[in-house]
């Protein structure tokens, strides 16, 4: 039996920090998006889940956020239909290997509008692998050109004229390294997703547009193709390291090992259980690894 962590998020127009060129290939979290915030947390149930449902609407503040989609993913790949943006509005996980945990989110559009700033067409790059917002632009060329400034900026202006959006065929660093490791296979975009103001998107190609005047937000998906798996790493130690991100970053408030604060509870027993589901020989390699790097800071710190 597999575990579905649930929980609703609003879509922000991004961070400010975000057309820099530091770190592209890194997720997004709450001190470099402020305008995504948690909306909701279910906690944990098993799988299958079945029609579980999200409301069309979330009141936040003096505003209501409309739904735009599900996604859920397994910590290395979005699962079979997600992204979703079903006007049903309903999450369905079905049955996972035993010990797989499920990230499943309800992702709310922010109040419609022109957004902060000058118009513009406003395009970020979202990870359907690891659910969440990626640094990097998902914009490769824009019209007309002079209206964006590149080469990581997020926004094409429209106060000359319409925008247009042609994406990039997948994102810089397909992995969450710093550097790609051997084999690993690309996050390739996938299709646009309004979220706010007039957009059109031409199914031929690809182009996302803005009149001229008004203010957009737009999401691109990336991620793994059907079938693809990560070379450079194995599917467990993927995931392990998803999850370690994951519950670092939810642990902020904590003590622990995973920057300031650290993972707490639920930490401890979500892990517990991902060890488990281990295989020993993938169990035995990864402490194998664990120990020999510690011996080396040790060794390290002996002859200074």
């Known amino acids: 039996m597999g575990t579905v962590l649930i929980d609703f998020r609003s879509i922000s127009w991004g961070g400010p920090n975000e057309d820099d060129n530091n770190n592209v290939w890194a997720l997004e979290d709450s001190s470099s998006d402020p305008g995504s915030v948690e909306l909701e947390?279910?906690?944990?149930?098993?799988?299958?889940?079945?029609?579980?449902?999200?409301?069309?609407?979330?009141?936040?503040?003096?505003?209501?956020?409309?739904?735009?989609?599900?996604?859920?993913?397994?910590?290395?790949?979005?699962?079979?239909?997600?992204?979703s943006a079903d006007p049903q509005r309903k999450l369905n996980v079905p049955l996972q290997p035993p010990g797989t945990i499920v990230h499943a989110t309800a992702w709310f559009a922010p109040p419609s509008g022109n957004g902060p700033g000058k118009p513009g067409l406003r395009a970020r790059s979202f990870d359907i692998d690891l659910n969440g917002f990626r640094k990097e632009t998902p914009i490769l060329s824009a019209t007309p050109s002079g209206a964006w400034p590149g080469p990581n900026n997020h926004t094409i202006s429209t106060e000359a004229a319409a925008?247009?959006?042609?994406?990039?065929?997948?994102?810089?660093?397909?992995?969450?390294?710093?550097?790609?490791?051997?084999?690993?296979?690309?996050?390739?975009?996938?299709?646009?997703q309004p979220v706010v103001g007039p957009l059109s998107v031409n199914a031929m190609t690809k182009v996302a547009s803005c009149p001229q005047g008004n203010g957009a937000l737009a999401l691109a998906f990336f991620g793994h193709s059907v079938g693809q798996r990560a070379v450079g790493k194995s599917f467990f130690e993927a995931t392990f390291d998803f999850w370690a991100e994951f519950w670092g970053k939810r642990g902020a408030e904590g003590e622990g090992p995973f920057g300031p604060g650290g993972p707490g509870d639920p930490w401890g027993p979500f892990v517990a259980r991902l060890i488990a589901a281990l295989p020993p020989e993938q169990l035995r390699a990864r402490l194998q690894r664990e120990i020999a790097s510690l011996q080396a800071v040790v060794d390290k710190m002996a002859k200074k």
Do not use: C, M, R
């Open 41 to 83: 947390n279910f906690g944990s149930v098993g799988d299958p889940v079945v029609n579980f449902p999200a409301p069309a609407t979330y009141p936040l503040g003096a505003s209501n956020l409309n739904f735009v989609f599900w996604n859920a993913t397994n910590g290395t790949d979005a699962l079979p239909g997600y992204p």
């Open 163 to 192: 925008a247009g959006a042609t994406p990039k065929t997948h994102l810089i660093y397909p992995a969450p390294l710093s550097s790609q490791p051997p084999g690993e296979p690309p996050k390739e975009f996938k299709h646009w």
